[in-house]
């Protein structure tokens, strides 16, 4: 019988990977609140702060709590009103009155009580909450996560992608040390968590043991992202504070958050090894797992240009559709196994290998699938095109050069 959890925040940047990996592992999730696009998991409505369904959790292992309020922070601060500091304590009640043993908070490595961003204070104002629960021995486990890479550019990662792409950068917090975490490497502590059996404490560290200062944790971002170096430029945090309050204030300028700042400039590195030990976790080297990911990148890049060849002809050279197919492709994992090269530089070879009968399962099948969809939106280039009855035998030609191949190859690209 599969396991079964329960999740909030599955739509965010953490929660979207968390449920395919989840997914991947046989589990079956239930989501709470808003599912990640194209996700057909069991969801159920809800809001921090309401009292979720008793339903929600028949016959669940385990909930994974990652739905944070921004705004709340914004508007009641770190006091006993805001809703993730209530809204969390109603949700384990209610989940611990459905039946389950098991409640794991997503916390952060700026968990503190002195935090100087409302963030910081909020997470472990929660953390003290849940702890304080009568059941809570053994039952609940706040991972304390650090800083998430990889996987989509979204969230915090995205902000730290775009900075990358900048040659100077002035900057706030160079110095302070971060712990990077790859996004399924957070996601995998998180699993581990809620399916094991309870051995952890109750609060676990899941970030890099070997922490490196900001600084340089944008600059190698760069090098991985861009081959190039980065000139950083020390910014006074009240320098920095002023700007964020004239960014709200300036028409079409970009709004940048005191949150964040304040959040970088009380960031400070806590103890994991010990904790990644007992959760079974060895992290890979971030700046190797920025690199694989740059690699895959472009090979998808590389794909992309070549599928759309092949079902469109050489007219199709939108930038624009290139990059929309390499996304999609990048959301399937069976699509992580890459073309052969050989038909990347020549995608007329794949008509020798296209099966016969087009089936789902099918890896090639459901990459020219795609190609197809995002060639028939996008326009192609005017291209000189021979008398119709020269191209229909050509085909012709083509076709039964190609068939033998195809009844004998076709099963290779499953």
Request: aromatic content about 6%; proline content about 8%.
């Amino acid at each position: 019988m599969p396991q079964r959890l329960v999740v909030t925040g599955a739509s965010g940047y953490i929660g979207a990977r968390l449920v395919e990996r989840a997914r991947d592992r046989g589990c079956e999730v239930v989501i709470l609140g808003s599912a990640p696009p194209g996700c057909d998991a069991t969801t159920i409505p809800w809001r921090l702060g309401e009292v979720p369904r008793l339903t929600a959790f028949l016959g669940a292992n385990a909930v994974i709590h990652l739905a944070h309020n921004w705004a709340s922070d914004s508007v009641h601060g770190a006091g006993p009103e805001n809703p993730n500091l209530t809204g969390t304590q109603v949700l384990a009640d209610t989940a611990r009155g459905g039946g389950l043993t098991r409640f794991v908070f997503a916390s952060s490595t700026s968990a503190r009580a002195e935090a100087l961003n409302t963030y910081g204070k909020i997470k472990f104002a929660i953390e003290q909450r849940l702890q304080a629960l009568p059941w809570s021995e053994g039952r609940i486990f706040c991972a304390r996560i650090g800083l998430v890479y990889g996987g989509p550019e979204r969230a915090q990662y995205g902000l730290m992608a775009k900075l990358a792409s900048l040659p100077v950068l002035p900057m706030i917090g160079l110095n302070r040390e971060v712990q990077p975490i790859h996004v399924d490497e957070a996601c995998d502590a998180l699993l581990a968590l809620a399916l094991e059996r309870p051995r952890y404490g109750p609060t676990v560290v899941v970030a890099s043991p070997v922490p490196v200062t900001f600084g340089a944790w944008l600059r190698t971002l760069r090098r991985a992202r861009h081959g190039r170096g980065m000139l950083l430029l020390p910014v006074p945090i009240r320098l920095a504070l002023a700007g964020c309050d004239l960014s709200k204030r300036i028409p079409f300028l970009p709004t940048v958050e005191r949150e964040r700042v304040l959040g970088l400039a009380g960031a400070a590195a806590m103890p994991s090894a010990g904790d990644l030990a007992t959760l079974g976790l060895w992290l890979r080297d971030p700046v190797r797992a920025l690199m694989e990911n740059r690699l895959t990148r472009r090979r998808l890049i590389a794909e992309s240009r070549a599928l759309l060849r092949y079902v469109a002809g050489s007219g199709m050279r939108s930038p624009g559709a290139i990059i929309r197919l390499a996304r999609g492709m990048r959301r399937d994992p069976s699509f992580l196994r890459a073309l052969p090269a050989v038909a990347v530089r020549w995608p007329a070879l794949l008509r020798f290998v296209e099966p016969i009968r087009p089936a789902v399962p099918h890896r090639l099948s459901r990459r020219l699938h795609l190609a197809a969809v995002v060639a028939e939106s996008a326009p192609a280039a005017p291209a000189r095109r021979a008398p119709w009855f020269i191209t229909v035998a050509m085909q012709l030609i083509l076709e039964a050069i190609a068939t033998p191949f195809r009844l004998m190859f076709g099963r290779l690209t499953a």
